[in-house]
């Protein structure tokens, strides 16, 4: 009786201590929807200024950031040319305005952060949420110190090769942040 | 996983010791129920299941070794005008709980519970931690050596400095085929 007394508070005392402050916390959806059509030539790129601070739920857990649970980059890819396309996304930390993939490719903070998505000559890709997270995985330690940092970035979409072209409608960046306090 | 192991024997030679003399009793069952996500935004919900072995060794204490799988719901949102769907993963879980355990045909008991969860999700790391579980549970004995339980319980599974939670629902059914004085 006496161990039947002790041990269930005890477990509930552990498991509490365990979770601590951990009880107050979240995952949430932040999207921020990049310029639509984002047309792209090796000579003409178009960059997509990224401020997270613009989006209530960023801006509301800024302070309370733990981790950047997943992140995707969403919408319509459609290949304008007449070769395969492969297509990456480059990220630069602080706001850039480079207007060729040559100016991007030279810049040595820009780091490549998404892809290779290949679409063909003259398709149209909608892209898949899991699918995109995927594509993430060696660009997301990059992303992460901007999410946790000051949510303030620049994203290029670039082909593969030195001859492409194609845009990117509906396109948005979609991340699940962890907070709590 | 290496911090359970230790807490499995612990537990029950405190419950052996406490009670060898005392009445026994051994049952097997099963669960499945509603999968609740709580401050989650990139999982809907699901459906949990498992299995778990009642044992009796002392008066008023029963432990309750377990295995369960719990599938989040996939999440579905629109974003840019367009339809996306994120896989909700699994959680794979194994475990103990203690509860109180009275006599009787209806029985109202508290219980408590840690384990070993592993999370996976397409697209995502799959990681290994320790939960923690506590709740309330509503029994009926309609005959002798069978249950039948209502249990809502919630579940922290506590992750760098933040924590997934989420509320379980289940209906369960035992067959105790073992009781000793």
């Not at chain 2, 377990?66 to 339809?83: C, H, I, M, R």
């Not at chain 2, 320790?130 to 809502?152: C, K, N, Q, V, W």
């Not at chain 2, 579940?155 to 924590?163: C, F, K, M, Q, W």
Request: glycine share 12%.
């Amino acid at each position: 009786m006496r161990t039947c007394r002790w041990i269930l508070p005890t477990l509930a005392l552990a498991g509490a201590l365990a979770a601590g402050c951990m009880l107050i916390s979240g995952q949430f959806v932040v999207s921020f929807d990049l310029p639509s059509p984002l047309t792209v030539t090796p000579t003409a790129v178009t960059c997509a200024d990224v401020d997270l601070n613009t989006v209530a739920a960023y801006r509301e857990h800024a302070d309370d950031l733990k981790d950047l649970t997943d992140i995707a980059i969403l919408g319509e890819f459609t290949n304008t040319g007449s070769t395969a396309v492969d297509v990456d996304v480059w990220m630069t930390p602080d706001p850039t305005a480079h207007t060729d993939a040559v100016a991007v490719a030279l810049d040595e903070t820009a780091v490549k952060v998404w892809g290779p998505l290949r679409v063909g000559p003259g398709a149209t890709t909608k892209i898949g949420w899991d699918e995109s997270a995927a594509l993430f995985a060696k660009g997301r330690p990059a992303l992460l110190r901007e999410v946790m940092g000051d949510g303030v970035f620049t994203l290029y979409a670039l082909g593969g090769t030195s001859s492409y072209s194609f845009r990117l409608e509906h396109g948005v960046l979609v991340a699940v942040i962890t907070a709590g306090k | 996983m290496k911090r359970i192991v230790p807490i499995l024997p612990l537990a029950l030679a405190l419950a052996l010791a406490g009670g060898a003399a005392e009445a026994a009793g051994v049952g097997v069952g099963a669960f499945g129920g509603t999968w609740i996500p709580v401050a989650q935004e990139d999982a809907g919900t699901g459906v949990v299941y498992g299995l778990r072995l009642a044992v009796d060794v002392v008066p008023l204490l029963r432990l309750e070794p377990y295995w369960a799988k719990s599938a989040p719901g996939d999440v579905e949102e629109t974003f840019a005008g367009l339809p996306y769907t994120r896989d909700g993963g699994e959680i794979s879980a194994f475990g103990l709980n203690a509860m109180l355990s009275t006599g009787g045909p209806l029985r109202f008991y508290p219980f408590v519970g840690v384990g070993s969860c592993r999370l996976t999700r397409e697209a995502t790391d799959e990681r290994t931690e320790i939960g923690y579980d506590a709740g309330l549970g509503l029994g009926l004995s309609p005959l002798p050596g069978l249950e039948l339980d209502l249990r809502g319980e919630f579940v922290v599974i506590p992750l760098d400095e933040a924590s997934r939670k989420s509320v379980n629902v289940t209906l369960g059914v035992s067959y105790h085929f073992l009781n000793l004085p």
